[in-house]
């Protein structure tokens, strides 16, 4: 372990002497409070080190140690429901030792020391295991069972194994290896900087339902799959990602508040624990793990919370449990980079942001996948990232919504035109893609209905034709179009109103159960065949717009689940009596 | 006795470097004296073994390589707090220049604050009634929330930020208010219309200003938004008053960041702005909020002007990032004698959710104000449209929109600014607007509520 002096203090940056037997991203603790850094270049014997703590107040002199340790997470029971600062610390701990305020130098174990858990074996003395195999378990929640595995770098025959209530750092099992007896606790540590190995990934292609229409229908993601969803201020990043953790079919759901506002968190932290998953029906907060680092907090710490988040995730997923993950923002986490790179003085690249940005980015989100575990079984486990992008201006032709774009399948372009209509959740129909699309089109067909990529393709082709009927009526108007054409503008209306309008606010509509898109398609897609063949026989366009009916289609995504289908049969019905009624009249 | 240095090295713009210091830390407060006995604020910015790099909070004017001298005090910036700040006029320092006393300090805060815990934030749900019909209609204002109005120059704003901490009140409590007023580099006639305005009301009592005109040393106002903000904490969550901070203007405070920044040569980000402006700005608008605890509240109006009223420009931009919406003030609005001129589709409160609403408002708030905005885009679109085509280019119901557009913003939106409309009314306006268009348009709004409200009003 190595010991300095500091030399120099600019902000979170730290430059330390005497630091020659320290290694690269060692933690270290800075000056008798004792702040928490990292060492992020070594000249000779002196380090710079980024400290996650406010810096005011250091001088010369002051002690640096090392701690010969990279930053690394603790992992085991007691990790879901936590909410934690960018270095894993709980806050709700911080909160009843330095009150409302975030002091310095506060030390607290992430995991709770002096809980116990029950520990249930599954392998018995005398088997071999490998790194990855699960040796128990521990049910931390109502839903989530906690699979305790053999940590990285240890195989060999079980020697002792104890059932039983025990605290995490209890040793559960002996494992007689080749360097002789291993002790195994619940709990383990993981470098954040480091991914988790696995045996294999595998190329996605189930989709993870999120029970937003524009997403499941239009732009799915896939699990392991990752997505971006870049806008403006006020185009709604925020809800789509709150309404994402909520929905999303995910086992575990990791969110990343890095460095946006404390009032959205604390939103999160109310909301959750009240929000029935409609899965399981236990609350959302027991599949939630939380990280916060607001932008008020260290800038430092909110570089390191994307990867305190993910490392949490990835374990979760070794489980074999599907993880989702969300960061919001990853321009904050970006911006927190620059600002490190400029007080290091290294040469800046593109506005100002380190030339490594893309490199880091790519790094980080490429942790995501679909894999089969480390571990005897082959368990599959799978983890989604979807990543915020606040682009300056909305303008996504700077460096972190490109350095993002080059990595990401799934791109969800958050429009503000459409924020200013409240037509939420905002994703721009036109220039938005999912590029698994094709992957997962059997696997929507198989499960929900056969003709549902027909369906999707349908309303896309609607979606282009009224865009390009736009440009026709901004230059001449409505009145020049013919009447099939003012139909499909009528269809393409009711597409964007009636079903990819949804409201995160109202208690049905914000999650639509895959069926239920699927008949709501069929109805808006209904009525344009229908209309149009009525139009076809010499029905008038205008008594076709104004039929009562399409009222009933735009009301159909307020119906409770257990009325969907009754409610279905009735408008559809009402839709063809009608419209057969408007063809007769102009028989006469 | 602090150990005074006579080795001041430099002094370029707001930097000074002294050299040969001992035992000084980051953030560390400092005192220049002058050879008239003078003394001037500074701060260290970077301490580097012996050499300590100062920014000046004052003018540079007057200090001598030779003869002047440099002390650090072994702390941050302070500022001494107290109720008796209330009714009081303080420079961007925290000194009085109101000719009245010294404050004796109940305690003296950093004036830097301490991040609030997240964990430990109370969800601001509060509605604020403003008696603004487009704030309180459409972009509903709540306790604890920060929501700035981004103007340009030549608007209204200073009216309608007056408007708002006059007429701001919570229905049906009478808990202690108190208004926190920070003027930085504004001019004396706008900061004099505030002040008027708050011995009209008799706010005056009740309000605590630190005021930084557009003659005094820009660099002072880095501290500005800090010290009001300190005085806030301390009556909020201390003394458990609500308290109104009204912060203007931003953009005069952000160039002053500016200037900092490009003496130290720091590599810059958009616009010449230093690449943690971020995080700088969301330090100051973080602060407000509400905590467990305490029953106060700190409710932040931040005013800035964006150049060639440019939205994308780097103040209002990340100003929207942090922030909890944003009022827009619109020229073509103003042109047209709409007052205030609020645009109201890029306006947004992104926590009127959960302050409308049954109980708190009324139970077809949310749906009535979902389709008002919606009514009035398209109502735009179509007048737009009529515009390039003429009006027989629109169907009969884009006449319809194009009709309420008109109606919307003329008696919506205008109120000018002594109206003082109460959330009831500015409801019934809405539902009368409504009833131009025929009841199937209105898909946003849930039938119980047309049933009781469609075309009654």
Same mark, same amino acid.
């Given at each position: ?114 809980? +116990? ?59 007689? +290896? ?261 992957? =997962? ?18 309303? =896309? ?128 | ?131 603004? !019909? ?162 106060? !509240? ?160």
């Amino acid at each position: 372990m190595s010991k300095g002096t500091i030399k120099k203090v600019a902000g979170p940056l730290v430059i330390a002497e005497g630091m020659r037997d320290a290694n690269m991203f060692d933690v270290v603790r800075v000056s008798e409070q004792r702040l928490i850094g990292e060492i992020i270049e070594i000249h000779g014997d002196e380090a710079s080190v980024q400290v996650y703590e406010e810096t005011s107040g250091l001088g010369p002199g002051e002690p640096v140690e090392s701690t010969g340790m990279q930053m690394s997470v603790e992992l085991g029971p007691g990790l879901i429901t936590s909410i934690y600062d960018g270095i894993q610390r709980p806050l709700d701990e911080i909160m009843k030792i330095s009150g409302n305020n975030l002091q310095r130098g506060v030390e607290v174990p992430a995991l709770k020391r002096d809980i +116990t858990w029950e520990f249930v074996p599954v392998k018995a003395i005398g088997d071999s295991v490998v790194a990855g195999d699960i040796l128990g378990t521990v049910q931390e929640t109502e839903i989530i069972e906690h699979r305790v595995m053999v940590p990285h770098g240890i195989e060999g025959k079980i020697k002792q194994i104890h059932k039983g209530d025990m605290t995490v750092e209890e040793v559960v099992a002996v494992i007689e +290896t080749a360097e002789g007896d291993k002790d195994v606790t619940m709990m383990q540590r993981w470098p954040v900087r480091v991914g988790r190995p696995y045996k294999q990934k595998l190329s996605p292609d189930v989709p993870l339902v999120t029970g937003q229409r524009v997403i499941d229908a239009l732009f799915p993601i896939a699990k392991g799959g990752v997505a971006a969803v870049p806008g403006p201020f006020g185009s709604g990043k925020t809800v789509v990602q709150h309404q994402l953790a909520k929905w999303a079919e995910a086992d575990i759901v990791v969110y990343i508040g890095c460095g946006e506002r404390g009032n959205e968190m604390t939103d999160v932290l109310n909301e959750f624990p009240e929000l029935i998953d409609p899965k399981t029906g236990r609350s959302l907060m027991e599949r939630t793990v939380l990280i916060a680092n607001t932008s008020d907090m260290p800038v430092a710490a909110r570089e390191a919370s994307i990867y305190t988040g993910i490392t949490i995730a990835e374990y979760f997923r070794d489980m074999g449990y599907s993880v989702a993950l969300m960061a919001d923002s990853t321009s904050r986490w970006a911006e927190a980079l620059r600002e490190m790179s400029g007080r290091l003085e290294e040469m800046p690249g593109e506005e100002g942001y380190p030339a490594y940005l893309s490199s880091r980015l790519a790094g980080f989100y490429e942790r995501a996948g679909r894999v089969i575990t480390l571990s005897g079984d082959d368990r599959q486990g799978s983890l989604s990232v979807i990543g915020a992008v606040s682009p300056p201006g909305g303008d996504i032709s700077e460096p972190v919504s490109q350095a993002t774009l080059r990595i990401v399948k799934v791109f969800w372009r958050l429009d503000s035109a459409l924020a200013y209509s409240r037509h939420f959740p905002a994703i721009n129909w036109l220039n938005s893609y999912s590029l698994y699309e094709s992957n =997962m089109g059997p696997w929507f067909n198989e499960n929900v209905e056969s003709d549902w990529m027909e369906l999707r393709a349908q309303m =896309m082709r609607l979606l282009q034709d009224e865009a390009e009927l736009q440009e026709i009526v901004q230059l001449v108007g409505m009145d020049a179009l013919s009447a099939p054409d003012r139909l499909k503008l009528e269809a393409a209306r009711s597409i964007r109103e009636d079903f990819l309008h949804q409201d995160a606010f109202h208690e049905v509509d914000t999650y639509t159960p895959l069926e239920k898109q699927y008949l709501l398609m069929q109805l808006v897609l209904n009525y344009y065949e229908l209309a149009g063949e009525a139009l076809s026989k010499g029905t008038a366009i205008d008594d076709l717009v104004k039929l009562e009916v399409r009222e009933q289609i735009g009301r159909f995504k307020y119906v409770p689940s257990d009325q969907v289908k009754a409610e279905y049969d009735k408008i559809l019905k009402t839709l063809e009596v009608d419209i057969n009624n408007l063809s007769k009249k102009e028989d006469f | 006795m602090p150990k005074e240095y006579r080795t001041i090295q430099e002094v370029a713009g707001p930097l000074m470097l002294v050299t040969g210091v001992e035992d000084v830390t980051y953030d560390e407060l400092g005192e220049i004296e002058l050879a008239n006995g003078e003394t001037r604020r500074c701060k260290v910015l970077e301490i580097d073994g012996n050499n300590a790099l100062v920014q000046l909070f004052e003018p540079a004017a007057g200090i001598n390589l030779s003869n002047s001298k440099v002390r650090f005090l072994g702390r941050s910036m302070e500022l001494g707090v107290s109720e008796d700040m209330l009714s009081r006029v303080f420079d961007g320092l925290g000194r009085p220049i109101d000719d009245g006393p010294e404050i004796l300090p109940e305690a003296r805060k950093d004036i830097n604050g301490l991040a609030m815990n997240p964990a430990a934030r109370v969800y601001p749900e509060e509605f604020i009634q403003t008696g603004v !019909s487009a704030i309180d209609g459409l972009n509903t204002l709540v306790r604890g929330q920060k929501l700035p109005i981004f103007s340009g120059s030549g608007l209204p704003h200073a009216d309608l930020g007056a408007q708002i901490a006059r007429q701001a009140k919570v229905r049906g409590t009478s808990e202690p208010f108190a208004v926190v007023f920070a003027a930085m580099g504004i001019t004396f006639e706008e900061s004099n219309f505030f002040i008027e305005s708050f011995r009209e009301t008799g706010a005056i009592d009740r309000t605590v200003m630190f005021v930084n005109l557009a003659n005094d040393p820009a660099i002072e106002r880095i501290s500005t938004p800090r010290m009001a903000l300190t005085a806030a904490e301390f009556l909020a969550f201390e003394k458990n008053m609500h308290v109104l901070v009204i912060l203007t203007d931003i953009t005069n405070y952000a160039d002053a960041l500016r200037e900092v920044s490009a003496a130290r040569k720091e590599v810059p980000g958009r616009r010449g702005y230093p690449g943690y402006l971020y995080t700088d700005l969301a330090t100051i608008y973080e602060r407000a909020g509400r905590q467990q605890g305490s029953n106060g !509240s700190i409710t932040l109006i931040p005013i800035l002007s964006m150049p060639e009223d440019d939205k994308t420009h780097p103040i209002p931009d990340l100003t929207g990032y942090i922030t909890e919406g944003q009022i827009i003030l619109s020229r073509d609005l103003y042109r047209k004698g709409v007052a205030p001129p609020i645009d109201v589709l890029p306006s947004l409160s992104r926590l009127k959710d959960k302050g409308i609403g049954k109980g708190k408002t009324r139970a077809d708030h949310a749906n009535t104000m979902n389709q008002l905005f919606a009514a009035y885009a398209r109502g735009k679109d179509a007048k737009e449209l009529m515009v390039v085509l003429g009006e027989a280019a629109l169907t009969d119901i884009d006449k319809l929109y194009a009709k309420f557009a008109d109606a919307f913003e003329n008696e919506y939106v205008s109120q000018g600014y002594t109206a003082n409309r109460d959330i009831e009314e500015t409801l019934a306006i809405g539902w009368r607007l409504l009833s131009i268009l025929p009841r199937s348009e209105l898909k946003r709004i849930k039938d119980e509520f047309l049933d009781e409200y469609y075309g009654k009003v």
